[in-house]
């Protein structure tokens, strides 16, 4: 009987030890199934990113196209504009213009890859004639240059914003010129931009930047001397121009209030925009007075190029801007530094003029009565000074008399040796607006 009963016991505990056994592995069983697996480890790989760079672009309106591959990218973005990626991640995307384009490819887990685009501009062919506001506004002065571009001897019209005297053309709704009482709405500029613009033709702006009598005048009886350009005395400086002709280059309320016209005049529609008398007067720089300039009178005005150049491209114009034919060889007579200027324009606009030079200038006995010889031989010199500027050079020529009768062959010598030293592009200047078609070869 003991026997049996040790036995019992024995059997009850191995089972007891089984069901403990059973219920233990259950429990951690149960427990292992139920703990929450490790999640998978996160994305952090951007994704792929090759971007070409843009064609050049025909004008600061824009847009800019650029292409690429953005590899496992759902979404590639320049500033506010997007797109989706098409198979193999290949994109296209325009945007407006800018000097440079952030381009950004984003995945579906949010991480990115960007790259940074520089733009160009490749300006068009520019074959165009001086058109004054009071000309404009003459049916028959206008009807004649409309002709000419008719006929396809010319593409661009140079259209006067602010001349000589300091009058601005159309009705402009800058604060300053209407408080100076320099808009005189000789013209309607947006009527003038549609007609040109329909007619297929490019529309350069001139701003007579720096002789600039009417704001001279008012700021002199406005209490603000200082945006006068003076002699030692303190007294406005006075040159064969005028009593009070030129403003101080260094002022920054005058630098602006130019800079606030030729935004608007981008934004009206020019197409470009020339500043011009964008210099000090000749004479000797000790009797001239620049209040409030730091540096010499060359530095500043290249200065204000730069400042300029932003908000004019931005606004969607070029800029340019006319100089001396002698400032490539004598820069310190009127301030213009054609290398420090050359690189903040689209292109310099040298006045090459026949009858401005001296005798034996570049080696021509006879400038005036050698309009080829000296057209081509100042070029070439140009060229050099705005080598790796990023400027281009297109000259203004001749089409006035001024000692020497000067008609179709003189006019079409200087447009020959302009083509001849490598530039398709030019101005004519003729202050009455008068010009001699039979100059201009037809397309």
């Given at each position: 009987m003991r026997l049996r009963s040790a036995n019992r016991q024995r059997l009850a505990i191995i089972a007891f030890g089984a069901v403990l056994t059973i219920l233990v592995v259950s429990l951690v069983a149960g427990f292992a199934l139920g703990r929450p697996s490790s999640p998978?480890?996160?994305?952090?790989?951007?994704p792929g990113l090759e971007v070409s760079a843009p064609d050049a672009v025909p004008s600061y309106r824009g847009p800019v196209v650029v292409r690429g591959t953005a590899t496992d990218a759902t979404r590639v973005s320049i500033g506010t504009v997007a797109v989706t990626?098409?198979?193999?991640?290949?994109?296209?995307?325009?945007?407006?213009?800018?000097?440079?384009l952030e381009v950004v490819a984003a995945d579906a887990a949010g991480n990115q890859s960007s790259r940074t685009v520089a733009t160009t501009v490749a300006l068009p062919r520019l074959r165009a004639v001086h058109v004054t506001a009071h000309a404009w506004s003459h049916e028959g002065l206008r009807e004649a240059v409309l002709d000419l571009a008719r006929e396809g001897r010319i593409d661009t019209v140079q259209l006067d914003i602010k001349d000589e005297d300091g009058v601005v053309g159309y009705d402009s709704q800058v604060p300053l010129a209407r408080d100076s009482g320099a808009a005189q709405g000789i013209y309607d500029a947006p009527a003038a931009l549609r007609q040109l613009h329909d007619m297929g033709l490019q529309v350069v702006g001139r701003i007579v930047a720096f002789r600039d009598p009417t704001i001279a005048e008012w700021a002199w009886h406005n209490g603000r001397p200082d945006w006068v350009l003076q002699n030692p005395s303190g007294q406005p400086y006075s040159s064969h121009y005028g009593p009070m002709a030129f403003s101080n280059v260094a002022n920054p309320e005058v630098r602006q209030y130019n800079i606030d016209l030729a935004v608007e005049a981008a934004q009206l529609g020019f197409d470009g925009v020339m500043y011009d008398y964008i210099r000090r007067?000749?004479?000797?720089?000790?009797?001239?007075?620049?209040?409030?300039?730091?540096d010499s009178p060359a530095v500043a005005i290249a200065n204000f190029l730069a400042q300029s150049r932003d908000p004019v491209h931005r606004a969607g114009a070029h800029l340019s801007a006319a100089v001396y034919g002698i400032a490539a060889t004598r820069p310190d007579e009127i301030a213009q530094d054609i290398p420090l200027m050359a690189r903040n324009v689209d292109f310099v606009a040298p006045m090459l003029y026949p009858s401005h030079w001296n005798s034996g200038e570049y080696g021509v006995a006879h400038p005036n009565g050698q309009p080829y010889d000296i057209i081509f031989r100042?070029?070439?010199?140009?060229?050099?000074?705005?080598?790796?500027?990023?400027?281009?050079?297109?000259?203004?020529?001749?089409?006035?008399?001024?000692?020497?009768?000067?008609?179709?062959?003189?006019?079409?010598?200087?447009i020959d040796a302009t083509r001849d030293a490598g530039i398709d592009s030019f101005f004519l200047w003729n202050a009455a607006t008068r010009y001699h078609g039979g100059g201009i070869d037809l397309p």
């Open positions: 998978p480890p996160a994305d952090t790989t951007p990626p098409g198979p193999g991640g290949a994109f296209e995307i325009s945007a407006p213009w800018a000097p440079a007067p000749d004479g000797s720089l000790s009797s001239m007075v620049f209040a409030g300039l730091t100042s070029l070439q010199d140009f060229h050099a000074r705005t080598a790796g500027t990023g400027a281009k050079v297109v000259p203004w020529l001749q089409d006035f008399s001024l000692g020497v009768s000067y008609g179709d062959a003189e006019v079409r010598a200087q």
